[in-house]
């Protein structure tokens, strides 16, 4: 496993790798570790994206999770930079139309914040719905996309 913690404007994030991908982001503060090349990259990307010079990631990715859930989260990665889907739309958007409480949950579980653009997913009257890490957090993300 490869860390490196990463200084951002909305505060201190902790990036984890394996040799085939990213497979955790998550803001605060966490152990340190060595870097690997994919984690330096993940910096410079994220540095772009909050410098408005990046709307999507490319990087590899190495998610835990169920079909359902990596479905979902390949379904986030879609939602272009400054948009937002409901989750019903989400649902809808995976094949799975009754399943927007699920699409909640899926979410919660998302191991790759901000990389996997869960904060861009809101409810259907279009208030912020829920965030793993906070609603706070969650309208700080969006005011950096501009929503």
Not at 63 to 68: H, N, Q, R, W
Not at 71 to 80: D, E, F, G, K, S
């Amino acid at each position: 496993m490869y860390i490196k913690s990463v200084k951002t404007p909305l505060g201190p994030m902790v990036l984890k790798a394996t040799e085939k991908g990213l497979c955790q982001a998550y803001f605060g503060e966490g152990p340190r570790g060595e870097s690997s090349p994919l984690l330096e990259e993940a910096a410079r990307q994220l540095e772009q994206w909050f410098a408005g010079q990046r709307r999507d990631f490319d990087l590899a990715l190495d998610v835990a999770g169920t079909e359902f859930q990596r479905a979902v989260w390949q379904q986030l990665r879609a939602i272009p930079r400054g948009q937002h889907m409901s989750y019903g739309q989400v649902a809808r958007a995976i094949g799975k139309p009754g399943a927007a409480r699920a699409i909640g949950a899926a979410c919660g579980k998302n191991p790759i914040i901000l990389i996997i653009p869960c904060h861009r997913v809101l409810a259907a009257d279009g208030s912020l719905g829920g965030f793993s890490a906070g609603l706070d957090l969650k309208k700080r993300l969006l005011a950096a996309e501009g929503m």
